[in-house]
C-alpha cells in the first residue's frame, strides 16, 4: 500500500536554530513529491515539487531534496514567521492523479 | 500566479440548511478540482475529484447525494453540502490544477471555508 510518513510530528526550534524535516515514502511509481505549508485556519501554500532522486529546490530559508525513498526539507537560520505545519505529498503513478498525503510536521520557532 | 480563491471563508448555518462553497482559479484554467475536508489537527482527506465538464468523482464513505459538485467552467468548482447536520462541521478547502504547462501536476489551494452547523 502507498503511503507517506512525516516525521517528527513536532519541532520547536529557537530563532536561527537549523534544522529539517523527513518525508518519506513506499510508493509504487513516483511522479512526483510536493512540499506545502500550511497556517493555521488556511489552505495549503504551494513550496516546492521534486521529481527525481538527486533533486534539490531552495526558497529563501528553505531547501527540499529528495532520495529514492525519502525527501528532507532544510530550514536554515529559521525564524518564528517560519512556524507553520509542513505537509509532504506524492504523486503516484496510475492514482487518478491523487496526492497521498503525509500528516505533517508542526513547527514553532521561537524568537 | 497559481492563485484559488474560495468563497464564502466562514458561514454559520442551521441544521437541515444547504450550503454551497465556490472555489475559483483566478489566473489559470483549471481542468481538474479537488474538494479536501480537514478535521482540527488533522491532514486533508480528499472527498472528491471533479473534471471540467463531467461528473465527479468520490472517494470511498463520500456520499455523492450530500456533497454536490459542479465544475461547471475551467475556472469555477462549487460543492454543496445538503440537508447540512452538525457532523459536517469543518474546514472544506478546494484546490485546483491547471491543464498543461509547467505547473501541471501542482494542486494549488485555495483559503478553505469554516463551515458551522448549529
Known amino acids: 500500500e502507498d503511503q507517506v510518513t512525516q516525521s517528527p510530528e513536532a519541532l520547536r526550534l529557537q530563532e536561527g536554530e537549523s534544522s529539517s524535516l523527513n518525508c518519506s515514502y513506499t510508493?509504487?511509481?513516483?511522479?512526483?513529491l510536493f512540499w506545502y505549508r500550511q497556517d493555521p485556519g488556511k489552505g495549503p501554500e504551494f513550496l516546492f515539487t521534486?521529481?527525481?532522486?538527486?533533486e534539490e529546490k531552495e526558497k529563501e530559508r528553505l531547501k527540499a531534496t529528495l532520495t529514492k525513498k525519502e525527501s528532507f526539507l532544510h530550514i536554515t537560520a529559521p525564524k518564528p514567521e517560519d512556524s507553520a505545519t509542513y505537509l509532504c505529498?506524492?504523486?503516484?503513478?496510475?492514482?487518478?492523479?491523487?496526492?497521498?498525503w503525509g500528516l505533517g510536521t508542526s513547527l514553532a520557532v521561537n524568537p | 500566479g497559481a492563485v484559488v480563491s474560495q468563497h464564502p471563508s466562514w458561514v454559520i448555518c442551521k441544521s437541515g440548511t444547504s450550503v454551497k462553497i465556490e472555489c475559483r482559479s483566478l489566473d489559470f484554467q483549471a481542468t481538474t478540482m479537488f474538494w479536501y475536508r480537514q478535521f482540527p489537527k488533522q491532514s486533508l482527506m480528499l472527498m472528491a475529484t471533479s473534471n471540467e465538464g463531467s461528473k465527479a468523482t468520490y472517494e470511498q464513505g463520500v456520499e455523492k447525494d450530500k456533497f454536490l459538485i459542479n465544475h461547471a467552467s475551467l475556472t469555477l468548482s462549487t460543492l454543496t453540502v445538503t440537508s447540512a447536520h452538525p457532523e459536517d462541521s469543518s474546514f472544506y478547502i478546494c484546490?485546483?490544477?491547471?491543464?498543461?504547462?509547467?505547473?501541471?501536476?501542482?494542486?494549488?489551494f485555495g483559503p478553505g471555508t469554516r463551515l458551522t452547523v448549529l
Open positions: 521534486l521529481y527525481s532522486a538527486g
Open positions: 505529498a506524492v504523486l503516484v503513478a496510475g492514482n487518478n492523479r491523487k496526492l497521498i
Open positions: 510508493v509504487s511509481g513516483l511522479r512526483g
Open positions: 484546490s485546483a490544477r491547471a491543464g498543461g504547462g509547467t505547473i501541471y501536476n501542482e494542486q494549488f
